[in-house]
């Protein structure tokens, strides 16, 4: 037998819902502080997450990090992330986000557009060409994606992703009490899925992250 303040109170939420729209914040990105972001890049990224700048030599290292974007990475970098050295405050940075298990994400600086774009390596000897490949894979191997883009077009990102159980909602209204007993600190949506106000209010106070899962 169903409560029906219960269910007068879902209907209102939904009604409300409808009337509001359906917006949701925006998956965090952490990105690493850099001269070389251009303005091009960050209205980019500022449309698809919020942004949350990193400043490699104030890194607390109790806080978990998501997904996190190297920009315009150097070739120091690039060799020091794949050999494990840690001898500067960004490599140390990224063997800690390796540990944690982050989404990494390396923009190339343009030396190393070679080991990406066969255009841009017919002047650079096929050895060395070789031997920062030999340090992609490994890079790779961590789970270090690569882009040469601006708009990190030739990335999937997480969200992007076939998103296994228990982290996909599959129902078609989330409520409070489903928010209640949800287990985890991110719920994926589908794309025609409703969540009430209520439910809204509730993620934001166990700190669960809202994404859809458009695909």
């Given at each position: 037998?169903y409560?029906?303040e219960?269910v007068e109170?879902i209907?209102?939420?939904?009604l409300a819902?409808?009337?509001?729209?359906t917006?949701?914040?925006k998956p965090?990105l952490?990105?690493i502080q850099?001269?070389d972001?251009?303005?091009t890049m960050?209205h980019?990224?500022q449309?698809?997450?919020e942004?949350?700048?990193?400043?490699p030599?104030?890194v607390?290292?109790?806080?978990?990090?998501?997904?996190?974007?190297?920009p315009s990475v150097?070739?120091d970098?690039?060799v020091k992330?794949?050999?494990?050295?840690?001898?500067?405050?960004?490599?140390?940075l990224?063997s800690?986000?390796v540990r944690?298990?982050?989404?990494i994400?390396?923009?190339l600086?343009s030396?190393?557009?070679?080991?990406?774009d066969e255009k841009a390596?017919?002047?650079?000897?096929?050895?060395?060409?070789?031997?920062?490949s030999q340090?992609k894979e490994?890079?790779?191997?961590?789970g270090v994606?690569?882009?040469?883009?601006?708009?990190?077009?030739?990335i999937?990102?997480i969200?992007?992703?076939n998103i296994p159980?228990?982290k996909?909602?599959?129902g078609?209204?989330?409520t409070?009490?489903?928010?209640?007993?949800?287990?985890?600190?991110?719920?994926?949506l589908?794309k025609?899925t409703i969540i009430t106000p209520?439910a809204k209010?509730?993620a934001?106070?166990?700190n669960?992250?809202?994404?859809?899962n458009?695909?």
């Open positions: 037998m409560d029906k219960w109170s209907v209102k939420e939904v819902n409808l009337e509001k729209g917006d949701f914040p965090i952490h990105l850099s001269e972001v251009s303005e960050l980019y990224l449309s698809r997450w942004v949350e700048w990193v400043n030599e104030e607390n290292g109790d806080k978990k990090r998501e997904r996190v974007l190297f150097s070739q970098l690039f992330g794949a050999l494990g050295i840690t001898d500067t405050h960004e490599s140390a990224f800690e986000l944690r298990n982050s989404q994400i390396f923009k600086s030396p190393l557009h070679v080991i990406i390596s017919t002047e650079v000897p096929q050895a060395y060409v070789r031997m920062l340090y490994i890079l790779s191997s961590f994606q690569f882009s040469i883009r601006d708009d990190l077009s030739d999937q990102f969200e992007e992703y159980e228990p996909l909602y599959q078609q209204l989330v409070q009490r489903e928010m209640e007993s949800w287990e985890g600190k991110e719920m994926y589908e025609h209520l209010d509730k934001k106070e166990r669960i992250n809202l994404l859809r458009d695909s």
